[in-house]
């Protein structure tokens, strides 16, 4: 199993950045695909970004694209989320979450370890 941790949320107006960071213990996550989620007040959990271990590809969801940023750093068993010209629909509590093998799933049915999470609040 997998323990993650999230760190780097807060608040913020729109129009700013923040990096997100996930850090990993228990057992590597070098083998794993990892993703983020948010989950905004009242509304379900929503697939954010997704990274392959294999190559470091990406997927993103269609509203962040262009200005959100997956990375990991295997060595450091850490993942990112950067965050860029935030808007106030981007607030919301946001999970790094851990997948066995190469596939960048959409679908948090098929991530099997996840953090708390952590609140990012993006005010107009």
């Known amino acids: 199993q997998v323990q993650l941790v999230e760190s780097g949320g807060g608040l913020v107006q729109a129009g700013d950045s923040l990096r997100l960071s996930c850090a990993a213990s228990?057992?590597?996550?070098?083998?794993?695909?990892m993703g983020w989620f948010r989950q905004a007040p009242g509304k379900e959990r929503e697939f954010v970004a997704a990274i392959n271990w294999i190559d470091g590809s990406t997927s993103y969801v269609d509203s962040v694209k262009g200005r959100f940023t997956i990375s990991r750093d295997n060595g450091k068993n850490m993942a990112y989320l950067d965050m860029n010209s935030l808007k106030p629909e981007d607030t919301g509590v946001y999970y790094c979450?851990?997948?066995?093998?190469?596939?960048?799933?959409?679908?948090?049915?098929?991530?099997?370890?996840w953090g708390q999470g952590t609140r990012v609040t993006v005010s107009s």
């Open positions: 979450a851990a997948a066995p093998g190469s596939v960048k799933w959409t679908t948090s049915r098929f991530y099997k370890d």
């Open positions: 228990g057992r590597t996550v070098s083998s794993y695909t």
